[in-house]
């Protein structure tokens, strides 16, 4: 049996700021590109089980490549949204059908350009852990989710298995440097703070991975 994770440590709660989050990703987004193929390769599997029932009219916060993109259902309408110019230029090269400034745009998360009610479902992937306010970022996806709508997370934080949970806590700090990324968060316990309900919940990858179906309030 895996040993009980201590408690995680502060880095958890860390905040970051968008022109940390915008610097970060202007020098990766070439390099995630390029490792596209390989992202899919360990990460399509748990996409195509968060995202594979989503409907309708599609936001994808923080969308990075738009990688959630071939996980959804032909029949939705995507709009991917990030605070990254670099990544949204990746992303549209990397999907033809996607254009800049329609499909694709330059956007805070936690101050969605969107009326209320605007989406069918919301979704979102390994974003929470790099917001600076998450819990602000939670809010916009509920308000812009309509209230019969689905926001659909996959996120990744702190394992459930003792060693690597220690191991997280121990390299938090410099990863947060490095990649703006809180690594060793509690994904329900962040959608727990936000007007988000949690109707269902999986996890994988010894506990990192955490698949998350939420309606809003």
Request: negative net charge; proline residues 6%.
């Given at each position: 049996?895996?040993?009980?994770?201590?408690e995680p440590?502060?880095t958890?709660d860390r905040?970051?700021?968008?022109?940390?989050?915008?610097?970060v990703?202007a020098?990766q987004?070439?390099?995630?590109?390029r490792?596209?193929?390989?992202?899919?390769f360990?990460?399509?599997?748990?996409r195509?089980r968060a995202f594979?029932d989503?409907e309708?009219?599609?936001?994808d916060v923080a969308?990075?490549?738009?990688?959630n993109?071939r996980?959804l259902p032909?029949?939705t309408?995507?709009?991917?949204?990030?605070?990254?110019?670099?990544?949204l230029?990746?992303?549209?090269?990397?999907?033809?059908?996607?254009?800049?400034?329609e499909d694709?745009l330059?956007?805070?998360?936690q101050d969605?350009?969107?009326?209320?009610?605007?989406?069918?479902?919301v979704l979102s992937?390994l974003?929470?852990?790099?917001f600076p306010?998450p819990?602000?970022?939670?809010a916009?996806?509920?308000r812009?989710?309509?209230?019969?709508?689905?926001?659909?997370?996959?996120?990744?934080?702190?394992?459930?298995?003792?060693?690597?949970?220690?191991?997280?806590?121990?390299?938090?700090?410099a990863h947060f440097?490095?990649?703006?990324c809180r690594?060793?968060q509690?994904?329900?316990?962040?959608v727990?703070?936000?007007?988000?309900?949690?109707q269902?919940h999986?996890?994988?990858?010894?506990?990192?991975l955490?698949g998350?179906?939420a309606?809003?309030?």
């Amino acid at each position: 049996m895996p040993s009980e994770p201590t408690e995680p440590q502060p880095t958890a709660d860390r905040a970051s700021t968008l022109d940390h989050v915008r610097d970060v990703y202007a020098d990766q987004a070439s390099t995630m590109a390029r490792f596209a193929v390989l992202n899919r390769f360990f990460t399509g599997r748990y996409r195509r089980r968060a995202f594979a029932d989503a409907e309708g009219r599609v936001l994808d916060v923080a969308c990075g490549l738009a990688a959630n993109r071939r996980y959804l259902p032909d029949d939705t309408e995507y709009v991917g949204i990030d605070v990254s110019p670099d990544m949204l230029a990746q992303a549209a090269d990397a999907h033809d059908d996607l254009e800049l400034g329609e499909d694709l745009l330059e956007m805070d998360a936690q101050d969605l350009a969107f009326e209320n009610d605007s989406f069918d479902t919301v979704l979102s992937s390994l974003s929470t852990c790099t917001f600076p306010d998450p819990g602000a970022a939670l809010a916009e996806m509920n308000r812009v989710c309509r209230p019969d709508g689905t926001v659909l997370l996959l996120e990744h934080g702190r394992s459930s298995v003792g060693p690597i949970a220690r191991f997280q806590d121990w390299r938090a700090d410099a990863h947060f440097e490095k990649h703006a990324c809180r690594w060793n968060q509690e994904p329900l316990a962040v959608v727990a703070d936000s007007p988000l309900e949690v109707q269902r919940h999986w996890t994988a990858l010894v506990g990192i991975l955490t698949g998350i179906e939420a309606t809003p309030e």
